[in-house]
């Protein structure tokens, strides 16, 4: 049995979100969360709240137990691209990229 939790149009690059995501493949739940608590990236405090609501969907919705749950799966894929125009020398306009990421959680419970 597995619950999963999606963030959608997050306003952080994917490629940033990806790092983090990284380093909580894997894990308990507990750990997962201690893991995120003490990593200094933007992405991680979106991250912890996604894992939060995760682990709250399988406890709620299923009745799974905290302690054996773990993630199984986290991903995340490219939203759309806000594109910005920047003034540049001489009358030109240099174009911004705002990049969006919608990150999905997966949690399991461990047999």
């Known amino acids: 049995m597995e619950t999963k939790a999606i963030l959608n149009y997050t306003r952080i690059s994917p490629r940033k979100v990806g790092i983090v ?52 799966q986290c991903f995340v894929t490219p939203g759309p691209i806000l594109k910005r125009l920047r003034p540049g020398p001489h009358g030109r306009a240099f174009r911004i990229l705002k990049r969006t990421s919608h990150i999905t959680i997966i949690v399991k419970e461990k047999e």
């Open 21 to 72: 995501l990284d380093l909580i493949r894997g894990k308990t739940v507990d750990l997962a969360d201690a893991i995120l608590k003490h990593t200094p990236k933007a992405a991680s405090e979106d991250l912890q709240k996604l894992l939060k609501s995760a682990v709250s969907n399988a406890e709620n919705n299923f009745g799974m137990d905290k302690s054996s749950l773990y993630v199984s």
